[in-house]
């Protein structure tokens, strides 16, 4: 009896040393609408969004349209960005990603719909920022068909997306008028025990485990 009272115990430490994470979908800019997109090739392409709080992203989801999967150059040039009066401004992280299209089984005027995911560790503070995307290098400009599905954004009537043409960089950043299907996770990690918690869980498995082996020794 004692020694399973001994491992409820230790089970009952490991489930409170254990860190416990949940994804929440922090920032959901709507789900694709299946009404057309933005080139991801020849333009960096940028939608805006709203944080309220000190936040640690750590998932980009984004849909998009493309002729099929060899439109993908293999690889997501991603970068968070300050706003700057309306448009995409300094850039607060930035990285390049692989992550794998999923077709979704939808289309958009006969194209196929795919879903991209991939993870990154960016703490931001409450305020505004942009969503930046590019299908492969900044640098490139892929002639295939790889477009950044449009959403319908119920929180969002404004249809502010932005981009960026890079055979015209002077041009600057334009409107898109158009809202694009994306979705931001954060994870929330419950705090460790504090350390005198722990301490005392451990003198108690202690006396525990030293009273049991002072009975077994009388019993011999």
Do not use: C
């Amino acid at each position: 009896m004692r020694a399973k009272i001994a491992r409820i115990f230790a089970a009952a430490i490991f489930a409170g040393l254990a860190s416990a994470a949940g994804a929440t979908i922090v920032v959901d800019n709507g789900l694709p609408n299946q009404s057309g997109g933005s080139d991801l090739n020849s333009f960096l392409e940028a939608d805006d969004f709203t944080l309220g709080a000190s936040t640690l992203l750590n998932l980009v989801r984004f849909w998009s349209v493309q002729g099929d999967a060899t439109d993908y150059a293999g690889s997501i040039e991603w970068s968070i960005r300050q706003d700057s009066s309306g448009a995409p401004g300094a850039v607060s992280a930035s990285g390049s990603a692989t992550p794998t299209g999923v077709a979704t089984g939808n289309t958009t005027f006969g194209l196929p719909e795919f879903r991209y995911e991939f993870g990154i560790g960016v703490t931001l503070a409450a305020g505004n920022y942009w969503l930046v995307l590019h299908n492969g290098p900044n640098n490139a400009q892929p002639s295939t068909t790889f477009y950044w599905a449009w959403s319908s954004d119920a929180s969002n009537s404004n249809s502010n997306s932005q981009n960026f043409d890079l055979a015209n960089p002077a041009q600057g950043w334009t409107g898109n008028f158009a809202e694009l299907a994306f979705q931001l996770e954060a994870r929330s990690v419950n705090p460790a025990p504090e350390p005198a918690s722990i301490v005392l869980v451990g003198v108690g498995m202690a006396a525990m485990i030293a009273r049991r082996r002072y009975q077994a020794r009388r019993a011999g």
